[in-house]
Protein backbone atom coordinates (compact mmCIF):
# COMPACT_ATOMS: atom_id res chain seq x y z
CA UNK A 1 0.00 0.00 0.00
CA UNK A 2 1.21 3.45 -0.49
CA UNK A 3 -0.32 7.21 0.48
CA UNK A 4 1.29 9.32 -2.07
CA UNK A 5 5.25 8.40 -2.57
CA UNK A 6 5.02 6.69 0.93
CA UNK A 7 4.99 2.89 1.04
CA UNK A 8 4.02 0.59 3.32
CA UNK A 9 5.24 -2.76 4.19
CA UNK A 10 2.09 -3.97 6.29
CA UNK A 11 -1.32 -2.47 6.81
CA UNK A 12 -2.05 -1.75 10.33
CA UNK A 13 -1.24 1.17 11.72
CA UNK A 14 -0.94 2.55 15.23
CA UNK A 15 -3.50 5.32 15.48
CA UNK A 16 -2.59 9.07 17.59
CA UNK A 17 -4.20 8.68 20.74
CA UNK A 18 -3.40 11.82 22.69
CA UNK A 19 -1.64 11.30 26.16
CA UNK A 20 -0.72 7.61 24.48
CA UNK A 21 1.06 7.52 21.78
CA UNK A 22 3.98 9.37 22.23
CA UNK A 23 7.66 8.29 20.98
CA UNK A 24 8.41 5.44 23.69
CA UNK A 25 5.02 3.63 22.60
CA UNK A 26 5.55 4.42 19.04
CA UNK A 27 9.08 2.51 19.20
CA UNK A 28 7.50 -0.74 20.98
CA UNK A 29 4.71 -0.80 18.72
CA UNK A 30 6.68 -0.49 15.54
CA UNK A 31 9.17 -3.26 17.28
CA UNK A 32 5.92 -5.57 17.09
CA UNK A 33 5.04 -4.51 13.93
CA UNK A 34 3.29 -1.34 13.29
CA UNK A 35 3.86 -0.49 10.22
CA UNK A 36 3.20 3.25 10.23
CA UNK A 37 2.29 5.59 13.16
CA UNK A 38 1.24 9.18 13.83
CA UNK A 39 2.20 11.35 16.95
CA UNK A 40 -0.15 12.61 18.98
CA UNK A 41 -1.91 15.54 17.87
CA UNK A 42 -0.50 18.79 18.21
CA UNK A 43 -1.93 22.38 18.39
CA UNK A 44 -1.75 24.64 15.55
CA UNK A 45 -2.32 28.01 17.00
CA UNK A 46 0.88 26.27 20.10
CA UNK A 47 2.90 24.94 17.56
CA UNK A 48 3.24 28.58 15.31
CA UNK A 49 3.78 30.71 19.21
CA UNK A 50 6.71 28.43 19.88
CA UNK A 51 5.06 26.11 22.68
CA UNK A 52 7.75 23.72 23.51
CA UNK A 53 5.51 20.92 24.64
CA UNK A 54 4.58 20.87 21.23
CA UNK A 55 8.44 20.55 19.67
CA UNK A 56 8.62 17.54 22.04
CA UNK A 57 5.67 15.64 20.57
CA UNK A 58 6.85 16.18 17.15
CA UNK A 59 10.35 14.58 17.98
CA UNK A 60 10.12 11.40 15.13
CA UNK A 61 12.83 9.52 17.15
CA UNK A 62 14.30 7.73 13.80
CA UNK A 63 10.75 6.05 12.87
CA UNK A 64 9.56 6.27 9.68
CA UNK A 65 7.55 6.06 8.02
CA UNK A 66 5.75 8.21 10.46
CA UNK A 67 2.90 11.01 10.15
CA UNK A 68 2.84 14.52 12.20
CA UNK A 69 -0.58 15.16 13.55
CA UNK A 70 -1.89 18.55 13.71
CA UNK A 71 -5.03 20.28 14.54
CA UNK A 72 -6.86 23.53 14.31
CA UNK A 73 -9.44 25.97 12.85
CA UNK A 74 -7.74 28.42 11.01
CA UNK A 75 -6.65 27.04 7.46
CA UNK A 76 -3.79 30.20 7.80
CA UNK A 77 -2.58 28.56 11.24
CA UNK A 78 -2.81 24.87 10.46
CA UNK A 79 -0.45 25.64 6.97
CA UNK A 80 2.04 27.40 8.56
CA UNK A 81 1.71 24.87 11.28
CA UNK A 82 2.43 22.01 8.83
CA UNK A 83 5.26 23.98 7.13
CA UNK A 84 6.86 24.09 10.70
CA UNK A 85 6.30 20.12 11.24
CA UNK A 86 8.47 20.03 8.14
CA UNK A 87 11.74 20.83 10.27
CA UNK A 88 10.98 17.13 12.16
CA UNK A 89 10.84 15.36 9.06
CA UNK A 90 7.58 13.31 8.72
CA UNK A 91 6.43 11.44 5.99
CA UNK A 92 3.07 12.75 5.93
CA UNK A 93 1.18 15.30 7.79
CA UNK A 94 -2.36 14.02 9.18
CA UNK A 95 -5.05 17.20 9.92
CA UNK A 96 -6.94 15.52 12.68
CA UNK A 97 -10.92 16.31 12.35
CA UNK A 98 -12.21 13.48 14.37
CA UNK A 99 -11.03 14.34 17.96
CA UNK A 100 -14.04 13.85 20.16
CA UNK A 101 -12.73 15.51 23.29
CA UNK A 102 -14.83 18.26 24.48
CA UNK A 103 -11.71 20.48 25.30
CA UNK A 104 -10.48 20.12 21.12
CA UNK A 105 -14.21 19.92 19.78
CA UNK A 106 -15.62 22.83 22.03
CA UNK A 107 -12.80 25.62 20.20
CA UNK A 108 -13.43 23.99 16.58
CA UNK A 109 -10.82 22.15 16.28
CA UNK A 110 -11.28 18.16 15.57
CA UNK A 111 -14.66 16.62 15.54
CA UNK A 112 -15.96 20.08 15.58
CA UNK A 113 -15.01 20.15 11.75
CA UNK A 114 -17.46 17.58 10.99
CA UNK A 115 -19.81 20.48 11.45
CA UNK A 116 -18.35 22.83 9.03
CA UNK A 117 -17.27 20.60 5.67
CA UNK A 118 -16.57 23.58 3.80
CA UNK A 119 -14.10 24.62 6.38
CA UNK A 120 -12.53 21.33 6.56
CA UNK A 121 -12.06 21.91 3.08
CA UNK A 122 -10.30 25.14 2.79
CA UNK A 123 -8.07 23.48 5.49
CA UNK A 124 -6.44 20.58 3.80
CA UNK A 125 -6.32 22.35 0.56
CA UNK A 126 -3.98 25.09 2.15
CA UNK A 127 -1.89 22.15 4.35
CA UNK A 128 -1.79 20.32 0.95
CA UNK A 129 -0.33 23.63 -0.63
CA UNK A 130 2.14 24.33 2.32
CA UNK A 131 3.68 21.20 1.90
CA UNK A 132 5.55 18.84 -0.30
CA UNK A 133 4.43 15.77 1.39
CA UNK A 134 1.50 13.56 1.21
CA UNK A 135 -1.05 15.32 3.85
CA UNK A 136 -3.53 12.80 5.04
CA UNK A 137 -7.25 13.61 7.39
CA UNK A 138 -8.90 11.35 9.80
CA UNK A 139 -12.46 12.00 10.64
CA UNK A 140 -15.48 10.41 12.01
CA UNK A 141 -18.66 8.97 10.80
CA UNK A 142 -20.57 12.49 11.85
CA UNK A 143 -21.30 14.76 14.58
CA UNK A 144 -24.12 12.97 15.50
CA UNK A 145 -26.63 10.14 14.35
CA UNK A 146 -28.79 13.71 12.64
CA UNK A 147 -26.03 14.43 11.04
CA UNK A 148 -24.08 11.67 9.08
CA UNK A 149 -21.66 13.65 6.73
CA UNK A 150 -18.26 11.16 6.20
CA UNK A 151 -19.00 10.77 2.65
CA UNK A 152 -19.02 14.22 2.08
CA UNK A 153 -16.08 15.14 4.26
CA UNK A 154 -14.09 12.39 2.19
CA UNK A 155 -15.13 13.59 -0.71
CA UNK A 156 -14.35 16.84 -0.28
CA UNK A 157 -10.77 16.40 1.21
CA UNK A 158 -10.41 14.34 -1.90
CA UNK A 159 -10.55 17.33 -3.66
CA UNK A 160 -8.80 19.32 -1.83
CA UNK A 161 -5.70 17.20 -2.30
CA UNK A 162 -5.61 14.59 0.05
CA UNK A 163 -3.29 11.65 -0.31
CA UNK A 164 -5.29 9.93 2.05
CA UNK A 165 -8.59 9.35 4.67
CA UNK A 166 -8.60 7.75 8.09
CA UNK A 167 -12.35 7.17 9.19
CA UNK A 168 -13.22 5.97 12.71
CA UNK A 169 -16.84 4.45 12.32
CA UNK A 170 -18.19 6.50 15.57
CA UNK A 171 -20.07 9.93 15.86
CA UNK A 172 -18.30 12.76 17.85
CA UNK A 173 -21.10 12.11 20.44
CA UNK A 174 -20.61 8.49 20.20
CA UNK A 175 -17.05 8.82 21.54
CA UNK A 176 -16.21 5.54 22.22
CA UNK A 177 -19.29 3.92 23.27
CA UNK A 178 -21.35 1.73 20.86
CA UNK A 179 -19.89 -0.78 18.02
CA UNK A 180 -18.18 0.60 14.95
CA UNK A 181 -20.06 1.27 11.62
CA UNK A 182 -18.56 -0.79 9.28
CA UNK A 183 -20.87 0.63 6.26
CA UNK A 184 -20.34 4.21 6.47
CA UNK A 185 -16.29 2.82 5.82
CA UNK A 186 -17.56 0.89 3.05
CA UNK A 187 -19.20 3.94 1.63
CA UNK A 188 -16.44 6.42 1.70
CA UNK A 189 -14.36 3.74 0.78
CA UNK A 190 -17.00 3.65 -2.68
CA UNK A 191 -16.84 7.39 -2.82
CA UNK A 192 -13.15 7.99 -2.76
CA UNK A 193 -10.26 7.04 -5.14
CA UNK A 194 -7.31 7.54 -2.39
CA UNK A 195 -6.69 5.26 -0.08
CA UNK A 196 -9.16 4.59 3.04
CA UNK A 197 -7.86 3.34 6.32
CA UNK A 198 -10.72 1.78 8.61
CA UNK A 199 -10.32 2.42 12.53
CA UNK A 200 -12.43 1.51 15.35
CA UNK A 201 -12.57 -1.96 17.44
CA UNK A 202 -9.75 -3.49 16.13
CA UNK A 203 -8.33 -5.59 18.78
CA UNK A 204 -7.16 -8.80 17.37
CA UNK A 205 -6.43 -10.34 14.09
CA UNK A 206 -10.49 -11.49 14.01
CA UNK A 207 -11.66 -8.28 14.12
CA UNK A 208 -9.03 -6.89 11.68
CA UNK A 209 -9.90 -9.59 8.99
CA UNK A 210 -13.64 -8.66 9.69
CA UNK A 211 -13.07 -4.85 9.57
CA UNK A 212 -11.40 -5.22 5.89
CA UNK A 213 -14.19 -7.90 4.62
CA UNK A 214 -16.71 -5.40 5.90
CA UNK A 215 -15.29 -2.19 4.52
CA UNK A 216 -12.80 -3.02 1.56
CA UNK A 217 -10.47 -0.65 2.88
CA UNK A 218 -7.22 -0.22 2.11
CA UNK A 219 -5.36 -0.28 5.59
CA UNK A 220 -6.31 -0.66 8.88
CA UNK A 221 -5.33 1.80 12.64
CA UNK A 222 -5.45 0.47 15.97
CA UNK A 223 -5.71 3.09 18.91
CA UNK A 224 -7.08 1.26 22.32
CA UNK A 225 -6.57 -2.24 21.10
CA UNK A 226 -3.43 -1.43 21.02
CA UNK A 227 -3.04 -0.15 24.63
CA UNK A 228 -1.22 -2.93 26.89
CA UNK A 229 -1.11 -4.98 23.36
CA UNK A 230 1.94 -3.97 21.22
CA UNK A 231 2.13 -7.75 20.02
CA UNK A 232 -1.59 -7.05 17.86
CA UNK A 233 0.44 -5.96 15.35
CA UNK A 234 2.60 -8.83 14.60
CA UNK A 235 -0.58 -11.02 15.02
CA UNK A 236 -2.57 -8.82 12.59
CA UNK A 237 0.75 -9.37 10.28
CA UNK A 238 0.81 -13.24 10.47
CA UNK A 239 -2.61 -13.77 9.65
CA UNK A 240 -3.19 -11.27 7.15
CA UNK A 241 0.19 -12.37 5.62
CA UNK A 242 0.54 -15.85 6.22
CA UNK A 243 -2.69 -16.96 7.57
CA UNK A 244 -0.76 -17.94 10.62
CA UNK A 245 -1.89 -17.46 14.26
CA UNK A 246 0.51 -16.49 16.60
CA UNK A 247 -0.10 -17.40 20.25
CA UNK A 248 -0.85 -15.13 22.75
CA UNK A 249 2.21 -13.59 24.76
CA UNK A 250 2.59 -15.29 28.39
CA UNK A 251 2.44 -13.11 31.73
CA UNK A 252 6.18 -13.20 31.84
CA UNK A 253 6.25 -11.34 28.36
CA UNK A 254 3.87 -8.95 29.26
CA UNK A 255 5.30 -7.94 31.97
CA UNK A 256 9.20 -7.65 30.16
CA UNK A 257 7.67 -5.69 27.74
CA UNK A 258 5.57 -3.54 30.07
CA UNK A 259 8.98 -2.78 31.55
CA UNK A 260 11.05 -2.17 28.48
CA UNK A 261 8.01 0.12 27.42
CA UNK A 262 8.24 2.19 30.84
CA UNK A 263 12.03 2.15 30.94
CA UNK A 264 11.88 3.83 27.43
CA UNK A 265 9.39 6.48 28.93
CA UNK A 266 11.69 7.24 31.51
CA UNK A 267 14.79 7.78 28.89
CA UNK A 268 12.71 10.72 27.06
CA UNK A 269 10.86 11.91 30.29
CA UNK A 270 12.12 11.35 32.83
CA UNK A 271 11.22 9.11 36.44
CA UNK A 272 8.51 11.58 37.63
CA UNK A 273 6.61 11.87 34.53
CA UNK A 274 6.97 8.25 33.30
CA UNK A 275 6.14 6.79 36.84
CA UNK A 276 2.62 8.44 36.47
CA UNK A 277 1.95 7.66 32.85
CA UNK A 278 3.07 4.12 33.96
CA UNK A 279 0.16 3.65 36.14
CA UNK A 280 -2.07 3.97 33.08
CA UNK A 281 -0.05 1.66 30.98
CA UNK A 282 0.30 -0.98 33.92
CA UNK A 283 -3.11 -1.26 34.40
CA UNK A 284 -3.96 -2.29 30.45
CA UNK A 285 -0.67 -4.51 30.77
CA UNK A 286 -2.17 -6.58 33.50
CA UNK A 287 -6.09 -6.19 32.07
CA UNK A 288 -7.50 -9.65 32.67
CA UNK A 289 -5.55 -11.10 35.31
CA UNK A 290 -6.97 -12.22 38.61
CA UNK A 291 -6.77 -9.98 41.49
CA UNK A 292 -6.97 -6.80 38.42
CA UNK A 293 -8.53 -4.10 41.14
CA UNK A 294 -6.38 -5.05 43.69
CA UNK A 295 -2.81 -4.78 41.10
CA UNK A 296 -3.86 -1.38 39.91
CA UNK A 297 -4.30 0.21 43.48
CA UNK A 298 -1.45 -0.82 43.92
CA UNK A 299 -0.09 0.71 40.79
CA UNK A 300 -1.92 3.58 41.72
CA UNK A 301 1.01 4.60 44.36
CA UNK A 302 4.45 3.71 42.35
CA UNK A 303 6.55 6.51 41.96
CA UNK A 304 10.04 5.02 40.93
CA UNK A 305 10.51 2.22 38.70
CA UNK A 306 12.11 -0.03 41.05
CA UNK A 307 8.71 -0.51 42.45
CA UNK A 308 7.50 -1.45 39.18
CA UNK A 309 10.31 -3.80 38.60
CA UNK A 310 9.39 -5.80 41.95
CA UNK A 311 5.45 -5.85 40.60
CA UNK A 312 5.97 -7.05 37.47
CA UNK A 313 8.56 -9.68 38.92
CA UNK A 314 5.99 -10.69 41.89
CA UNK A 315 3.53 -11.05 38.98
CA UNK A 316 5.43 -13.24 36.34
CA UNK A 317 6.34 -15.83 39.58
CA UNK A 318 2.73 -15.77 41.12
CA UNK A 319 0.66 -15.60 37.80
CA UNK A 320 2.90 -17.48 35.10
Not at 35 to 52: H, I, Q
Not at 246 to 256: F, G, N, R, S, W
Not at 262 to 284: C, F, V
Request: charged letters at 20%; glycine letters at 8%.
Amino acid sequence: MNIGNVKFEHIAFLAPMAGIADRAFRELCVQHGAAYTVTEMVSSKGLTMGDRKSHALLQMGGLYPCGAQIFGDEPETMANAARMCLQFHPDIIDINMGCPAPKIASNGGGAALMRNPQLAYRITKAVVEAVDIPVTVKIRKGWDEDSINAVEMATLAEKAGAAAITIHGRTKQQMYSGKVDYDIISQVKKAVSIPVIGNGDITDQQSAAIMLGKTNCDAIMIGRGALGNPWVFSQINAYLDECRVLPEPTVTQKMVTMLKHIETTIEYKGEYTAMREARHHAAYYTKGMRKGAALRREMASLEHFEQLQELAYRIAKEYE
